[in-house]
């Protein structure tokens, strides 16, 4: 089984909606998939408001069995695993007892048990508490990068405590890096993808690039991932299916090609 931590040095990037979308789609393509957040805020609860009232991660960390904490979706290959009802005056707590990585890795020792493929870990924004938690006890971090310049500029501090984090000997490790909310027609959303195909080596971005577009926010008032806006999935639910297909080959869920004559190349229209 694999762990998918999404990671972000400031709030505001997208990051619960891409989690929801990549799990929904991963679980499209035959991965079983639990989807689960580490954050107080709740923003599964937020994004998901049909979503029946569930134990989540706080009780299954006081000892609730996990196949009790988690919901079931209308797919057999999705879970949603909530944070779960956390009064105010506990998150520091919550926080703390995350914070090592030991929790992080019985959730995936439990979810590997329970037959899930893929565990995928919804982060507060920034490197502290339970996100901290999930870099040391997970394998792969996946960032969302908002086309916009103060998320750009939020990468420094975060890429430079991954490295610090990767040193003191978190199993996390940085698999690359997601544009998300692009605007081909801004200039200062342009300027920083471009920014980021010359700053860093082409493995770690992702070729898939999510634009910002009217139907997220019309997904999200809904409650719903993208593909199921309506019965025929809408043409940009496409853009995570590309991620996913990205993400597959990146946490070794596919191989890739052995070989030249597996690669992907343009088939002749003739035979």
């Known amino acids: 089984m694999k762990i998918l931590t999404l990671v972000s040095g400031k709030g505001g990037v997208g990051r619960t909606t891409l ?19 580490v954050d107080p805020a709740a923003g599964f609860r937020q994004a998901l408001p049909a979503m029946k009232e569930s134990n989540g991660v706080a009780r299954w960390m006081t000892g609730t069995p996990l196949s009790q904490c988690y919901t079931e979706t209308r797919i057999d290959t999705l879970k949603i695993l909530e944070v779960g ?40 924004a920034g490197l502290a508490g339970a996100t901290l938690g999930a870099i040391r006890g997970g394998e792969y971090v996946l960032v969302p990068v908002q086309a916009e310049p103060l998320a750009a500029r939020a990468l420094i501090p975060l890429l430079e405590g991954l490295a610090e984090l990767r040193n003191e000997g978190a199993t996390g490790v940085l698999t690359g890096f997601v544009v998300n909310m692009f605007q081909q027609r801004d200039p200062d959303s342009l300027s920083v993808v471009l920014d980021l195909w010359s700053s860093f080596p082409p493995l770690l971005v992702l070729e898939s690039v999510i634009p910002r577009d009217p139907i997220f926010g019309r997904a999200s008032t809904l409650g719903v991932p993208v593909a199921l806006l309506r019965r025929q999935a809408p043409p940009m639910a496409r853009v995570f299916e590309q991620l996913a297909e990205e993400v597959e080959y990146r946490l070794g869920l596919r191989p890739y090609p052995e070989n030249e004559e597996d690669e992907d190349k343009p088939i002749c229209l003739f035979s």
């Not at 789609?25 to 079983?32: E, K, L, P, S, V």
């Not at 995936?108 to 982060?123: I, N, P, S, V, Y």
Request: charged residues 30%.
């Open 85 to 124: 009802p956390i009064p105010l005056r506990d998150r520091g707590e919550f926080h703390e007892e995350l914070a090592s990585g030991s929790q992080v890795r019985r959730l995936a020792k439990e979810a590997g048990e329970e037959g899930f493929d893929l565990l995928m870990l919804d982060t507060p």
């Open 19 to 37: 989690t929801l979308n990549l799990a929904y789609a991963m679980a499209q393509r035959g991965f079983r998939v639990l989807a689960a957040e």
